[in-house]
C-alpha cells in the first residue's frame, strides 16, 4: 500500500532563504506527484505536478523534483518570503488514488 | 470564473440525521473526487468519479454514499452521520487523469457531528 511521508512536519526560517520540502513514497509505480499548498481556512492550490516521466518542474520560485527510484520528491523555494507561510502538502496519483503526505507547515519569519 | 464550490460551507448535525454536502464545478471536468482531511492523517480519499455515471471507492469509503448523475455535481451524502465523521471535507476537479490531472479543490466544509 503506496505510503507518503513528508519532513520536517513544521519548518521556521528567516525571510531570503532558500529551503527544500521533502516528500517520501513507498511505492515507485506512481502516475504523477503533485505538491500543494494549504492556506488557513482556505482550498487547496496545486503548486507543481510532475509527471512519472519527468525529473522536475518549475514556476517562478519554485523548483520540484522527482526520483521514483529511490521514492523522493523535493520542493525548492528560492528567496522565501512571508507570503510563503502555508502549509505544504505533496500527493501522489497511484492506482487512481491520490495519497497524500501529512504536509509541512512553513513559517517564513519577517 | 472557474471554481469548485462546496456547500454548506459550515455544518453542525446530530449523529444520524442525514446529509448532503454539494459539490459543483464549472469547468466541464470529467474526475472529481472527494477527500476528508484531519489532523494528523492528512487528506484521504473517501470516493471518486472518472465520469457521468461512474464512481469508485477511494480509502475511507464506510458511512458514505455519492453520486453522479450530471458531470458538473459531484454530491457526499451520509446517511446516517457519526461522530467519527466530524472532519474537513474537500471536493476535488480535473480534466480527466490522463491530461496532467492538476486538481481543482474547493474551499472545504467543515462538518461536526454531535
Given amino acids: ?110 | 470564473e472557474a471554481q469548485v464550490t462546496q456547500n454548506p460551507r459550515y455544518l453542525i448535525t446530530v449523529t444520524g440525521k442525514k446529509l448532503t454536502v454539494t459539490c459543483s464545478q464549472n469547468m466541464n471536468h470529467e474526475y472529481m473526487s472527494w477527500y476528508r482531511q484531519d489532523p494528523g492523517l492528512g487528506l484521504r480519499q473517501i470516493y471518486y468519479s472518472m465520469n457521468v455515471e461512474v464512481t469508485d471507492k477511494g480509502d475511507v469509503p464506510e458511512g458514505y454514499k455519492v453520486s453522479r448523475k450530471e458531470k458538473r455535481n459531484f454530491p457526499l451524502i451520509l446517511e446516517s452521520p457519526s461522530p467519527n465523521q466530524t472532519s474537513l471535507y474537500f471536493c476535488a476537479s480535473s480534466p480527466a487523469r490522463g491530461d496532467g490531472g492538476t486538481q481543482y479543490f474547493g474551499p472545504g466544509t467543515r462538518l461536526l457531528v454531535l
Fill in chain 1, 1 to 110: 500500500k503506496q505510503e507518503v511521508t513528508q519532513i520536517p512536519a513544521a519548518l521556521s526560517v528567516p525571510e531570503g532563504e532558500n529551503l527544500v520540502l521533502n516528500c517520501s513514497f513507498t511505492d515507485s509505480a506512481i502516475y504523477n506527484l503533485q505538491w500543494f499548498r494549504q492556506d488557513p481556512g482556505k482550498g487547496l492550490t496545486s503548486l507543481l505536478l510532475i509527471q512519472s516521466s519527468q525529473r522536475e518542474q518549475t514556476s517562478g520560485r519554485l523548483n520540484a523534483s522527482l526520483d521514483k527510484s529511490s521514492g523522493r520528491s523535493t520542493l525548492y523555494i528560492a528567496a522565501s518570503q512571508p507570503g510563503d507561510s502555508a502549509t505544504y502538502l505533496c500527493a501522489v496519483d497511484s492506482n487512481y488514488q491520490l495519497i497524500w503526505g501529512a504536509g509541512t507547515k512553513l513559517i517564513i519569519k519577517p
